[in-house]
């Protein structure tokens, strides 16, 4: 498995505007470097634990993603150095953010992750909670978050129509979010969707940043 040619192989089927984050949750810090050294340097994680822990023993210029669910309890230990937090999904994490961005003195950039697969078991929001959390007063007071876009799974499936109508719902919200609560910022812009399977059609139907792990660093050994 040839990491390094994986990702300028991936780089080139993307069009430019759209961000690759690699996906390095349990893969071992060797793996991570081979990319790094080949000038990749956006990585994704999904357990605050090994998070930190890499961010601790690998180079500072990385740009750290957390793409997992996050426990409110456990914000602090990523908050110094969070590149976007992609899975937001309850104003009562979004206050912790936010406090935990004044204490770091920064602004923490967050996406809401939304329910779009058929399964029961991944989390999100509906579009009528997240219209909720946006016109709250709690939310408005937050100065220390700011929310960048949009990010959901699609189910898993061979059913490509089906997945595509899902990262559609995805691209709907985000219009519909984008109209209603940041028509005069340019900062709401993000699409966080696609996979190692899914992410051609993820890109199709306007992903901006896809999220890519077994394709580039192999299948995974839980
Ligand atoms: C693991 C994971 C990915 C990457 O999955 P692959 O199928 O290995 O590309 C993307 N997004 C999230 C939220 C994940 O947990």
């Not at 999904?89 to 003195?105: C, F, M, T, Y």
């Not at 058929?118 to 929310?147: C, D, M, R, W």
Request: hydrophobic fraction near 35%; aromatic fraction near 10%; charged fraction near 30%.
């Amino acid at each position: 498995m040839d990491i390094a040619k994986k990702i300028s192989e991936i780089k080139q089927t993307l069009p430019e505007e759209v961000k690759l984050v690699a996906v390095s949750k349990t893969k071992p810090n060797e793996d991570i470097m081979v990319a790094y050294s080949s000038g990749h340097k956006v990585f994704g994680e999904n357990k605050v634990q090994d998070l930190t822990k890499k961010y601790e023993e690998l180079p500072k210029d990385i740009e750290w993603h957390f793409i997992g669910h996050l426990q409110r309890n456990k914000v602090k230990y990523i908050a110094p150095f969070v590149y976007l937090i992609h899975g937001v999904d309850s104003v009562k994490l979004l206050k912790e953010i936010n406090k935990q961005g004044a204490k770091n003195k920064r602004i923490i950039s967050c996406l809401l992750q939304f329910h779009i697969a058929e399964e029961e078991t991944k989390f999100g929001l509906s579009v009528e909670e997240a219209k909720e959390l946006l016109s709250s007063e709690q939310y408005k007071a937050f100065e220390n978050i700011q929310i960048k876009g949009v990010m959901g799974m699609a189910t898993y499936t061979e059913n490509e129509s089906q997945v595509a109508k899902e990262f559609r719902m995805l691209k709907n919200i985000f219009n519909t979010l984008k109209n209603e609560y940041f028509s005069d910022t340019k900062d709401f812009c993000e699409i966080s969707m696609g996979m190692s399977d899914d992410y051609s059609l993820a890109v199709k139907e306007g992903s901006t940043m896809v999220r890519i792990g077994s394709k580039i660093f192999g299948a995974r050994n839980y």
